[in-house]
């Protein structure tokens, strides 16, 4: 197992979930929701096993496949395949 964990996947993984909860709770309109913290519990619970358990290197690769950054031709072609394959999705 690593004994290391990557700072760029446990920054993304903090901000994916303070996201997620600030548009769960403002959407709410209050925090005394006890279904959303659980979710949260165990969305937060499940990303630091998975940070944990993860190859660091990994990260990296995903982050700049074949050691070129990942832009936003590959997202804009991506959802265009998407949408084209699956038209119930429009």
């Known amino acids: 197992m690593p004994a290391r964990i990557a700072t760029s996947g446990l920054r993304a993984t903090l901000l994916w979930l303070f996201l997620m909860a600030a548009s769960l709770f ?13 979710y ?8 630091a096993v998975s940070l ?10 995903r ?4 050691g ?6 590959y997202w804009l072609i991506g959802t ?3 949408y ?7």
């Open 68 to 73: 070129k950054p990942l832009s936003l031709t």
């Open 26 to 38: 403002v959407l709410a309109g209050s925090l005394d929701v006890p279904a959303f913290w659980r």
């Open 63 to 66: 982050k700049r496949p074949a």
């Open 40 to 47: 949260l519990a165990i969305m937060a619970t499940v990303s």
């Open 80 to 82: 265009r395949a998407r």
């Open 52 to 61: 944990w358990l993860a190859d660091p290197d990994l990260f990296g690769e």
């Open 84 to 90: 084209r394959l699956a038209p119930s999705l429009r």
